[in-house]
């Protein structure tokens, strides 16, 4: 069974960058049909999609974060990385991680709430 978890620190101040880590055991990032996404849900909001990593390591971004965003991942530690930059008090939410099964989000990491202050 697939287990993720979400690690990083809890608060970052403005304009820094955000930078958070899944790692991933009892399955590989590299196999195929299977894509690694970022999802976050802010204060007293739904789940916002973030981006996603593939299977062969091509990364696609939701437009709205696409310019801040970078995702990336660590095949020799079977982990995938989001770093959100120029962060505002708006990207304080619980960070998931989370792995997709052909459109099913099947698997979630427990979350990692990030609070943006200065």
């Known amino acids: 069974q697939v287990q993720l978890q979400e690690s990083g620190p809890g608060l970052v101040k403005p304009s820094q960058t955000l930078s958070l880590t899944c790692t991933v055991s009892?399955?590989?990032?590299?196999?195929?049909?299977?894509?690694w996404s970022w999802i976050r849900q802010p204060p007293g909001k739904g789940l916002e999609w973030m981006g996603v990593?593939?299977?062969?390591?091509?990364?696609i971004y939701s437009p709205s974060l696409e310019s801040r965003s970078s995702i990336s991942r660590d095949t020799s530690k079977n982990q995938f990385s989001l770093q959100l930059s120029s962060v505002t008090p708006e990207d304080t939410a619980v960070y998931y991680c989370?792995?997709?099964?052909?459109?099913?989000?099947?698997?979630w990491g427990q979350g990692t709430q990030v609070t943006v202050l200065s």
């Open positions: 990593i593939t299977s062969d390591g091509s990364a």
């Open positions: 989370v792995r997709d099964r052909t459109g099913e989000y099947d698997s």
């Open positions: 009892g399955g590989s990032i590299t196999t195929d049909y299977y894509l």
